[in-house]
């Protein structure tokens, strides 16, 4: 047997369970941080090499075609659970962003319906009769980050869906969690997603939701450059084919 795992978002090693690729043979990578960390994770742990390819994120090849543009409103998008600020701070967040005169898409993510049921149900109550108010339940997030002209959220994958998908400067509100049991624990480096905020948006604290409005004027016009895309994405929008290729070459070796 010969177990490949093609990752799904060029999200850094950090932020997955320890131990999550140890078993693998194979990896097709999305960027050179993830070779990178699996690379110093497998020479501390004294374990098997695993073949790391250089693949990229196959699902921004559906963006090809679709015209990026700079939106109007603000887009909060936050995770669920421990790692989200929805229910710590995301009603003074969307209050005070609105008071600023700015238009506002909510889209919690999928699994908050569960988890976060009562905040959303709060949030829904409290602002829907503002005009300026969007709760979006779709399930596709391409047309509202299109949409938007500054992304808030938290530290996810959806950082690099914004900046490196769709162009658009990012804000993340980082909520404290616990380390122990995630891959973070045991890198030494800086995660990408953190070294792609501090070049194309901003981290900052939950009691920094005060002055949201500077920190918006800060980098609503920070440039989002071709080369900079590169840097932190394998072959992008063309990695399917490429995925494609590196898995039949796999397959003939094992066959």
């Known amino acids: 047997n010969h177990y490949c795992n093609l990752m799904h978002s060029p999200v850094d090693i950090h932020f997955y369970k ?4 140890d078993r693998f043979d194979s990896i097709l990578c999305a960027n050179s941080f993830q070779i990178k960390n699996l690379r110093q994770l497998e020479n501390d742990r004294s374990a098997k090499k695993k073949e790391l390819f250089e693949t990229g994120c196959t699902y921004y090849d559906k963006l090809n075609g679709i015209e990026i543009k700079k939106g ?17 701070c995301g009603k003074q967040l ?12 909510f889209r919690p993510h999928p699994q908050s319906f569960t988890a976060d049921e009562e905040t959303l149900e709060e949030i829904k109550t409290v602002f829907e009769s503002d005009t300026n108010f969007q709760f979006d339940k779709s399930s596709d997030n391409k047309l509202a980050l299109s949409n938007s002209k500054i992304v808030i959220s938290s530290m996810s994958g959806l950082v690099f869906d ?44 939950e009691d920094d939701i005060v002055n949201i409005e500077t920190i918006i004027k800060g980098v609503e016009d920070l440039h989002i450059t071709d080369e900079i895309i590169n840097e932190y994405i394998f072959n992008f929008k063309s990695a399917g084919k490429v995925a494609a290729n590196q898995i039949k070459s796999l397959y003939n070796k094992i066959e």
């Open 18 to 21: 320890k131990f999550a690729f």
């Open 72 to 88: 109007e409103g603000i887009l909060i998008a936050p995770s669920w659970g421990d790692k989200s600020f929805i229910t710590t």
């Open 94 to 105: 969307i209050k005070k962003i609105l008071e600023e005169g700015y238009k506002v898409v």
């Open 162 to 205: 914004s900046i490196i998908g769709h162009k658009k400067p990012t804000i993340v509100i980082n909520s404290k969690w616990d380390e122990r049991g995630w891959e973070s624990y045991s890198i030494k480096n800086t995660s990408s997603t953190h070294m792609l905020l501090e070049n194309l948006g901003k981290i900052i604290s």
